[in-house]
Nanobody
């Protein structure tokens, strides 16, 4: 098993940037592909980005392409989400998730963090 803990959320003005972090503990980090999802108020959780075990493959939701960057540092057991040009519609709780499959489907991820809240003011 793997335990995940996100950090880095906060209140930021539109146009600003944040870097979210997710530290993994437990089973070998490189056993997992990692993803970020988000859930806006009164909306379903949605896929944001995924990265494969060695960082060589990445995929993004169309809504965040060009503004969000996912990366990982396997030496630190950490996956990051750099968010630039923040918009009010990016307001959500952001979750990291781990899977042994390289997928974008929420149900394929068996391990989740508790989330970090991002609020973007206009």
């Amino acid at each position: 098993q793997v335990q995940l803990a996100e950090s880095g959320g906060g209140l930021v003005q539109a146009g600003g940037s944040l870097r979210l972090s997710c530290v993994a503990s437990g089973r070998t980090f490189t056993s997992y592909h990692m993803a970020w999802f988000r859930q806006a108020p009164e909306k379903e959780r949605e896929f944001v980005a995924v990265i494969n075990w060695n960082g060589g493959l990445k995929n993004y939701a169309d809504s965040v392409k060009g503004r969000f960057t996912i990366s990982r540092d396997n030496a630190k057991n950490t996956v990051y989400l750099q968010i630039d040009s923040l918009k009010p519609e990016d307001t959500a709780v952001y979750y990291c998730a781990a899977s042994t499959l390289y997928m974008t489907t929420e149900t394929r991820f068996g391990y989740w963090g508790q989330g970090t809240r991002v609020t973007v003011s206009s």
